[in-house]
Nanobody, 124 residues
Framework: QVQLVESGGGLVQAGTSLTLSCRDS????????VGWFRQGPGKEREFVAG????????LYADSVKGRFTISRDRYSNIVSLQMNSLAPEDTAIYYC?????????????????WGQGTQVTVAS
């Protein structure tokens, strides 16, 4: 059973940075794409960023492009999301997910395993 565990969330001020981590419980390096999604208060879950199995392909939502950076360390099975210039509209529960395939994807239906989420709150 694959387990994904997010960490790094918290309460921060607008304009600051935060780094989220997603650890995959598998002992061997994952050959799957990984995505970050978020769900804000009263909003639908939305795609934030995705990365292919080897880190060669990265996707970003327009709302975070230029501010967020996704990366992965295949040896430790950790995918990180560096979030800069945070704004109150970035407040959400952030989830990481393991894709069905090696490629990155914007569609939540392309992901099989999901973490429990980590709360990010950005105060103005």
């Amino acid at each position: 059973q694959v387990q994904l565990v997010e960490s790094g969330g918290g309460l921060v001020q607008a304009g600051t940075s935060l780094t989220l981590s997603c650890r995959d419980s598998r002992r061997t390096s994952s050959n799957n794409g990984v995505g970050w999604f978020r769900q804000g208060p009263g909003k639908e879950r939305e795609f934030v960023a995705g990365i292919s199995w080897n880190g060669g392909d990265k996707l970003y939502a327009d709302s975070v492009k230029g501010r967020f950076t996704i990366s992965r360390d295949r040896y430790s099975n950790i995918v990180s999301l560096q979030m800069n210039s945070l704004a109150p509209e970035d407040t959400a529960i952030y989830y990481c997910a393991s894709a069905l395939r090696a490629s990155a994807s914007r569609a939540s239906a392309d992901y099989r395993y999901w973490g429990q989420g980590t709360q990010v709150t950005v105060a103005s």
